[in-house]
């Protein structure tokens, strides 16, 4: 399978030595790979003091008393902010995105209420971690506990603890996406086959290698407050910051520094991260912060979390009927703010049919409290969640059926001239040719069959999905009462001196925007690449935007908006070019860093962009600095889509599943660097193979985490991970100019589907019984064990 | 999280080692290769007054070879012996046991005497010196003793060794007239593993005359398994597998816990009984 | 609780790292990652979770590669430590790094230093598929799926090149 890069964006053939699809190696790998990354830690702790958490040991409790006198007395200790100290500095913050329902709408950042072990309930700040956290253990916090509830059954029982007891309930709210539930009853009620099941996917940790981290200084003299933060979202930071301390939002300043990764987690302003900005307000001084990783694995928001009963119903000749996902989602001990709450829940919700044509669907959506770490924004935001159970169905309704799953999906896939096309749902899919990726992926799987030897099974497996990309029009926004704003601005300018920086709400979190957008900058204006320095991340010269980089929005949505300022600073240079030379805009040809007019007069790239900031030779309605900003508030939702096919080895004296090869067609739209592409797709997959057989979250009935260090949460390693066979489509997108889609969350979605089909396929004798995840070694031997496949 | 504060001494000689120990007893903490008693420091579950480290202590890394035994110091490194021609001549299940433990780079630190005093019931090395029947060596100040290493483990983390005693060398048997074969089941390669089994068989005119045999993971400690080696005497080893994985799956009480059901590690044992018996079987055969 | 040992222990100490002679007092229990990270201001080393398993803090020891944040600052007293910022000679990248760039091994770039290290510990004539198996194995990578490293290994083996 080969990497194909063959469409652009009006159906021409790119230009020979275009940088649109060109395999540029990174620009920030020198830097990163002579260890000069610059991550929060990194900072130099020169009049820096250092924080540390107090956090709760127990799941559900009010603190009745707090004393800190051991604490200050200790040597080194300048500061201690107890809960009710923390509560009267810190105001809550409001959620922006509420589930029909849900009655707690803001989320307050200090509480003397504890609802998740872990809870931050003090900030200790001394001269150095260590002493910080000597101080932290001196600490005497009371607390009544209570019972705790763990899970979505427990939280769901009659009788069971409640998170908020005011409430009444655990339950947060609910809501029905598609088509009533009446006329899905009634389809159900008389098909001729209804496949029906219910799934598991438990909560997962985002794991990112550097965990969270924050430095901030408050300087009294002008009541301002800097900020340096591992962070996706700096002016969303930035604003909930502002808020919480009742600062005025331009007396903050949020600035992401290189960011080991994110994947989600890093979307909103947490509880601890507010303490230390309020320690550091009480102070007059510079406080760092550095998660651990025990921390982490405990108290920073946690993904999926969902239980579904899922139902499938088709006529005998396997037409998809209907379809309904009844998701019930681990919120947590509350919703937390930037990353969404119940959003994941909700997606998951949206996006349940996938690249299909039904005559019905519908989901209901009920999230759950429990005495748990919130849960939020984690790659793929839902839709890998729903993936699993719909490609499930398909292959258990195959199954049923005795055909070819791949046939099956084939049948009732949407084809290329059914699109533009409305899910029950109403997600209004845009173009593409879903079959496409089908038949790709299938083609190089029919090569890929391994034969079964002995006490090891082999099975190949197929999971089909769309998903969201280029999250969203701001429109849909209001329409659905989320307060995060959408729209994404890229401003580029060419300085004085010639060179050109690209600013972007987008963020840099490892995923290589940086590149991207300095390919398309240097396409676009035409220049070479080395003229271009994509600065990202500041508040203080990044244009505003609330999602920076999530919701795979990053490539379209800020290389989109980038595509069309670019293009208009480009004829702006060759305008001013024109005038000083005396020509026609259209003759004057840049080549070498210079302007050349027809008559042999030329003028070097350097000499207009200082005329052009003199003023000189504009034209005189036109604007004058050498800049452009383009806000981009894209129209639709861009959706990007894809098969994948894994191949696996389960023993079935050990349990043990083992991911052998693996593939996928994909189209995301116009490839910028399919380097990055590629590696994005991998990345994605590895977390996709960790969560079908790996990662999984647990707590003990008392709410106390058994899977708190990587002994127990077990990361996918390279003996785990296969290379990947890839083809992208590349339909280019029409609603985004330049023609991309993104594709940041797209590896992650199908791999616990497909690799779930997988072992079915290989052990068919416990084909049905793969609802749960992860697909662990243990429970896969226990299946087989009551399958009488074990010795 | 950064360890809590503690003392730090690093002695140079056995005597200095255990006249700390003898004045500080339980307060103090041995620092040897430090792969386990680190991670505990810096997660503040281990809160010692003091640490003694054992890197700078002289004789105490010592390897020698005999006719019977592989002598090993207790800060000899686990990567020392990997790479080791000797041990990989004298007594190669050993090098075949610590191929298996976390990775190169945490077997560049950790040390045999670190491994065997963990006492973690899924370590592979506290296996092996139950199964080959090694001898512990404990000094003090007051005196030394020899320990069976089958008597050596207490139950999780927890040895005969006492808070004023140094293990200062390990003994393994070589077994001549043994074959004998280690094998695990682990999630991952480094990863701790489900299950552990060492297997030394002397086949005498085509059938078992000697069996020891000792499993890892299995229980509170390592165990040996004499039902499994009862069921291989005076057997052929391809006729006993079956009655030698039931015997074996019978005689163990497994933990249920995240990782695994106690059925799942019954399982897991009676695979590698079979795949253990059959490597052995052809190890025996080839050697005619 | 109180306090029984006053927190104030140090120790002086002499290393040599990265070739050049470093003394500095230190507190008894500062990891030998937080002594190269904030006193020796030697930051490539990155720490991911103080429990040995990431590797993200891997770096040499007397040459061979071990976890910084299972090591003691006292303990490197007299001995030679080796960090990522020693690797590029000349400024130039090693043909390791230079690898891993065209091959698209890292992305965030935090678990990056630590394999480096790893891979620059093996000695020329260790085979490539130990490299690229147990050396690797030792390695948490989040980001990118392992594939670009692993194609970066077998490029440099192939090249015949020590990391």
Known sequence: MTVTTGASVDGEPRPEGSLIGARVHRVQDDRLLRGNGRYVDDLSDTGTLHAAVVRSGTASGEVTGFDASAALALDGVHLVLGPAELASQLRPVPHPWLIPGQQVTEVPLADTTIRYVGQPLAVVVATSRAVAEDAAELVEIEVKERDAVVGIAAARAADAPLVYPELGTNKVGAIHFGDPAEELEAVFATAALVVDHEFEVPRVGHNSLEPRGIVAEYIPATDRLEIVSSTQVPHLIRQEVAHALGMRVDRVRVVAPDVGGAFGQKTSLFPDEAMVCAAARALGRRVKWIEDRSESMVAAYQGRGQRTRGRLALDADGRFLALHLDIHGDLGAFPSTGTGGAGPFQVSGLMIEGPYRFERAASTITAWYTNAVPTGAFRGYGMQESCFVRERLVDMAARRLGVDPVELRRKNMLGPADLPFVTRTQMPYDNGDYPAALNGAARYGKERARPSEGRIRRGIGYASMTEITGYAPTALQEMFGIHWSTYDSTRIRVNEDGTVTVHSGITGIGQGIETSLAQIAAERLGVPMEWISVDLGDTAVSPYSNMASQASRGLPVGGGALWRAADRLRLRMRGLAASYLKADPESITFEDGTFRAPDGSSVSWREIAHRGWMGWGRDPEGPIALEELEEFDPPSITYGYATHGAQVAVDLDTGKVTVEDYWLSHDAGVVVNPLIAEGQMVGGVAMGIGAALLEQVAYSPYGQPITATYLDYLLPLSEDVPDVAQEHLETPSELIPGGFKGLGESGIIPPPAAIANAVAAAVPEIADRLTALPMSPSAVWTLLDEAGLTR | ?288 | MTQTVPNTTTRTITATVNGEQVTAEVAVRTLLSDFLRHTCELTGTHVGCEQGVCGACTVLVDGEAVRSCLMLAVQVDGRTVETVESLAEEGELSTFQAAMKSHHGLQCGFCTPGILMSVAAERRGDPVERVEGEVLGGHICRCTGYAGIRAAIRETWSKGAQA
């Open chain 2, 1 to 288: 999280m950064k360890p809590p504060p503690f003392d730090y001494y690093d002695p140079t000689s056995v005597d200095d080692v255990l006249a700390l120990l003898a004045e500080h007893t339980d307060g103090a903490s041995l620092l040897a290769g430090g792969q386990s008693l680190l991670p505990l420091l810096n997660m503040r579950l281990a809160r010692p007054e003091v640490l003694v480290d054992l890197n700078r202590v002289e004789g105490l890394d010592t390897i020698t070879v005999t006719a019977d035994a592989v002598e090993l110091g207790a800060t000899v490194r686990l990567a020392s012996l990997e790479r080791d021609p000797r041990i990989a001549d004298s007594l190669p299940v050993l090098v075949e046991a610590i191929s298996r433990v976390a990775h190169p780079q945490i077997r560049a630190r950790t040390t045999i005497g670190g491994t065997l005093c963990h006492a973690d019931p899924a370590a592979e090395v506290p296996a092996l010196a139950v199964g080959l029947g090694a001898q512990l060596h404990l000094r003090s100040r007051t005196g030394a003793r020899v320990v069976p290493a089958e008597e050596f483990f207490e139950t999780i983390f927890t040895t005969v060794r006492q808070p004023d005693e140094l293990l200062v060398r390990a003994d393994f048997p070589r077994r001549p007239g043994m074959v004998t074969a280690y094998d695990e089941i682990s999630r991952r390669h480094g990863d701790f593993p489900f299950a552990g089994l060492f297997l030394g068989v002397s086949v005498v005119d085509g059938v078992v005359a000697e069996a020891r045999a000792a499993a890892a993971g299995v229980a509170s400690r390592p165990v040996r398994l004499t039902g499994l080696e009862g069921a291989l005497l005076g057997r052929r080893l391809a006729d006993a597998v079956a009655d030698a994985a039931e015997a074996a799956s019978a005689e163990i009480d497994p933990p249920s816990d995240h990782h695994g059901s106690a059925a799942f590690r019954r399982g897991l044992l009676r695979t590698l009984v079979r795949r253990l018996c059959a490597r052995l079987d052809a190890s025996t055969q080839e050697s005619r």
